[in-house]
């Protein structure tokens, strides 16, 4: 079986950069907008038909089916199902993920859904756990995102 791998890194970077679209004080063409959440939505729905291989790969789809449905405004009528979908099988995946930066990003993406503390208190904790070293540009980012949801 190959991995999914880089089509979930492909849909990350997409999410992100819808996400972060005109944060920088660029203007927002319509055409752009409307092109990147097309493609967003249209990779999202790619990867929600494929199989993961491994709990870590499955976390990472999970993440990444998260970032996209959220990021996108498109909806074809059963987006909110495929989210809760994509939520049921985080929920069987996160009890089985060690404490790391995956499960962190895939907290954070149920939180951004579900806001129930119990899914911030277990990010924090494992952000808590990276005190005294210096941060990736993904933790920096993970970090970034829960200050953001919680402030909301």
């Known amino acids: 079986m190959m991995s999914l791998q880089p089509e979930i890194d492909a849909l990350c ?6 996400l972060r679209l005109g944060l920088d004080g660029t203007p927002i063409y319509t055409d752009s907008f409307r092109e990147l ?7 999202s ?3 929600f038909r494929k199989t993961a291989s491994s709990d ?4 990472a789809l999970c993440k990444a089916l998260l970032m996209g449905y959220s990021a996108t405004i498109y909806n074809h009528g059963d987006k909110d199902k495929k989210i809760q979908l994509v939520l049921d099988c985080s929920w069987n995946v996160l009890d089985r993920l060690p404490a790391s930066l995956l499960k962190c990003q895939l907290l954070v993406a149920c939180y951004a859904e579900v806001p129930e ?7 924090h904790a ?11 540009l993904e933790e920096s980012e993970v970090i970034e995102r829960l200050q953001l949801l919680e402030e909301d």
Not at 117 to 123: P, Q
Not at 126 to 136: C, P, Q, R, Y
């Open 13 to 18: 970077e997409a999410a992100n950069r819808l």
């Open 37 to 43: 959440n097309a493609d967003v939505y249209r990779q």
């Open 45 to 47: 729905e790619t990867l």
């Open 56 to 59: 870590i790969e499955e976390a």
């Open 117 to 123: 503390e119990e899914l911030a208190k277990e990010a």
């Open 126 to 136: 494992i952000i808590d756990s990276w005190n005294g070293k210096e941060l990736t």
